[in-house]
């Protein structure tokens, strides 16, 4: 399902950088700029520009104690006896005199930062013009000094015309999505710019107004999916050649290490974008949506959906206040399996697996057996039945069992997956729905200690 409300509130309140961070770093960016103008500085000053995501308006909100950066370019007129690495040095030199800034300065490559306290901080890269022809722009790298051919703003107006195709601003919300996807995930790496670029790389002039950018999911969808299918025809590092600067490989940060790796989470999260696009039932599509942006996603109605009982009692017609029964496991005591919602083994807050599906023919049946104990150490009292009601206090070891009743062997991982459900577990904040490991030989021992109807996955 698309959810449309749910990707617009994820986005304004877990994805795009706020209002008051952006209106700080306006301030922060606009006190620089006179501080620049005002320093020792000897290189003329042409203009001021916004570069990389604060230009592309992909910036995104950092995690928590992470930073926010924005790249300011200064475009300024060769200076005949200068070397690249003094353009840098002599802005930080400068800067550094400047009380303000003067403890909050940092040189790197291509620029000078300032850091500040809080969570951000501004990266002030000189670009120099029309050095050896009109119409030449060069940033200067210090560690080698020497001066690099660049376009910014051509790569600026590349971004926004291939945005204007897509439509909505879909290709910005897109790249800010799976930024935040990058940042949360942590387990593959593609800087912005380039990660920008192998988007943009997949808008064609005929996706004008076209169904495959109907809206934010289905471009999510239509992107993911063909930057895929990029990345699978090409298993070697592939020249990723600047759109507007045929000498840039912007792609020269990757090893073949790293680009397999990148292209094999790109594979692995288009299918779990498929799957949560295509999903119809809501709870359903919520978890899974839930697998690939984490529980921030849909988060409020994950949590309401956790209140099992009062959920029945609003589709029951009210039971509990009719008082026929208390609640869910009173019901189930009373009528069995058929009390139980359909919805129940698909409440939004249960992980999804986030491992490959095995192909058919591989997949196998696993039963369960369960026995009751008086403490974990303890010995077994009795065999547990699924929907018999058991009391507080007590263990139960689950056991995984193949189709003949054996225990699988050891060259098998079972996995658990523990959820509960009701009223005293959400008020513990207990739902669960992760998966856990074997405690010993495919078994898992668990604790029985609030009212409600959970369940037990091998």
């Known amino acids: 399902m698309k959810l449309h409300d749910h990707f617009r509130t994820f986005l304004e309140d877990f994805v795009n950088l706020n209002a008051t961070r952006l209106d700080l770093l306006e301030n922060s960016i606009e006190a620089v700029k006179t501080a620049v103008k005002a320093s020792s500085w000897e290189a003329k000053i042409i203009d001021f520009a916004p570069q990389g995501s604060w230009a592309h308006k992909t910036i995104i909100k950092p995690l928590p104690d992470k930073e926010f950066d924005a790249d300011l370019l200064v475009f300024v007129e060769a200076k005949e006896d200068w070397t690249a690495k003094e353009y840098v040095n002599k802005l930080a030199n400068a800067l550094e005199a400047n009380a303000t800034y003067a ?6 490559s291509h620029c000078v930062t300032i850091e500040y306290a809080c ?37 600026t107006d590349w971004v926004i015309q291939k945005n204007s195709i897509a439509g909505g601003n879909d290709l910005k919300k897109v790249t800010r999505l799976l930024k935040y996807l990058r940042d949360i995930k942590t387990n593959f790496t593609c800087p912005s710019f380039l990660f920008t670029t192998l988007l943009g790389m997949q808008i064609y002039s005929s996706d004008k107004d076209s169904s495959a950018f109907a809206d934010l999911p289905t471009s999510l969808k239509t992107l993911v999916g063909r930057l895929d299918d990029w990345l699978q025809a090409r298993p070697n590092v592939p020249h990723v050649s600047n759109p507007v600067l045929a000498t840039e490989n912007q792609s020269r940060g990757w090893n073949e ?26 709870d359903e599509s919520i978890g899974k949506w839930q697998r690939v942006f984490g529980d921030n996603f849909a988060a409020g109605e994950a949590k309401e959906s956790a209140r099992i009982s009062e959920a029945v009692a609003r589709e029951d017609g009210a039971i509990v206040v009719a008082g026929q029964y208390q609640d869910l496991v009173q019901k189930v005591i009373a009528i069995g399996g058929r009390a139980l919602p359909a919805r129940l083994t698909k409440l939004p807050y249960i992980n999804r697996p986030k491992w490959r599906r095995a192909a058919q023919q591989s997949q196998l049946t696993v039963n369960i057996i369960a026995a009751l104990y008086p403490s974990e150490y303890g010995q077994p009292i009795c065999a547990v039945q699924s929907l018999d009601p058991l009391k507080s206090g007590y263990w139960v070891k689950f056991t995984a069992m193949n189709v003949t009743g054996v225990p699988f062997p050891p060259d098998y991982i079972v996995k658990w997956r523990i959820t509960n459900t009701d009223k005293a577990a959400y008020d513990a904040q207990q739902l669960r729905g992760d998966f856990y490991d074997s405690d010993k030989g495919g078994s898992r021992m668990e604790h029985l200690s609030y009212r409600g109807v959970h369940f037990v996955e091998a």
């Open 103 to 108: 403890d909050k300065i940092r040189r790197y």
């Open 119 to 155: 969570d951000r901080r501004i990266d002030i890269a000189p670009c120099v013009v029309d050095r050896t022809y009109r119409g030449q722009y060069e940033v200067c790298n210090r560690g080698t000094d020497m001066f690099e051919q660049s376009a910014p703003k051509a790569y």
């Open 257 to 282: 290490s790293t680009y397999s790796n990148f292209r094999d989470k790109i594979n692995l999260y288009r299918g779990w974008i498929d799957d949560a696009y295509d999903e119809t039932d809501r």
